[in-house]
């Protein structure tokens, strides 16, 4: 189990060893209070709080798994060699988005591309059904979509304002004084409240859980532009992930 947590954490702060020792210990005392769902969840926000400045070092750092190599592992399907390639040398931020996948058991190493195509095509098709089901909710269901509005906005500022060191009021003035920068905030914010928005639907007995945008940032950051796939990362992350 520790070389699974171990690769696990490493994967989502991209193997950094003086940064993922925190990480582990953390990550340790997650499993004893709250299973491996916690300690994934911790592992991946570790990894965004971080930001731009861990991602970049490792990128630039030599010898991590990159994503042609992890394709290789991937295809081939040997789990333990893909786990302790991660695990000792760190992974590539391109590669990352796959390696979520993985690890969540949403796309099993050596599964048929095939599959794959058509299980990532379901999940599209589930993403958009469970909009529709968010638009045609009750007053209850309309409640709660606004709560998760009001946190996708304050998920979104809390984040950057840490990953630049400065004072949520002062990134506030920043913000405001970059029209391009608050394009982005507001692009972002609606990512994560669709997204928030469909797993929702999807889960009527557990619905929306204030501090569930700071368990997703992670997936987004991972898989810009993909939601079906930080929507399907997510919902596992709720449940139960397999390793």
């Not at 209070?33 to 731009?52: C, D, I, N, S």
Request: charged residues 25%; hydrophobic residues 45%.
């Amino acid at each position: 189990m520790w070389r699974r947590l171990t690769a696990t954490a490493q994967a989502a702060t991209g193997g950094s060893r003086q940064g993922s020792k925190r990480t582990l210990a953390q990550a340790a005392m997650a499993v004893a209070a709250g299973g491996l769902v916690g300690a994934t969840a911790f592992a991946g926000l570790v990894a965004y709080e971080v930001g731009t400045r861990l991602y970049e070092e490792r990128e630039d750092l030599s010898g991590a798994v990159s994503l042609e190599e992890w394709m290789q592992l991937e295809a081939q399907g040997d789990v333990r060699a893909a786990l302790r390639a991660v695990a000792a040398r760190g992974l590539a931020q391109k590669a990352r988005f796959q390696a979520w996948r993985f690890l969540l058991g949403v796309a099993p190493l050596g599964e048929a591309r095939e599959v794959r195509e058509v299980a990532e095509a379901q999940l599209m098709a589930d993403l958009l059904v469970t909009r529709q089901v968010q638009a045609r909710s009750s007053e209850a269901a309309a409640s709660e979509a606004r709560i998760i509005a009001l946190d996708a906005t304050r998920t979104r500022d809390g984040t950057r304002a840490a990953a630049l060191n400065v004072s949520e009021a002062r990134y506030a003035e920043m913000v405001d004084g970059d029209e391009g920068e608050t394009a982005r905030h507001e692009a972002f914010s609606g990512v994560v409240e669709r997204v928030l928005s469909a797993y929702a639907g999807s889960d009527a007995e557990t619905g929306y859980c204030q501090g569930m945008s700071d368990l997703l940032t992670p997936f987004l950051a991972a898989m810009p532009g993909d939601e079906a796939s930080a929507l399907a990362c997510f919902r596992a992350m709720m449940t139960e992930p397999p390793l």
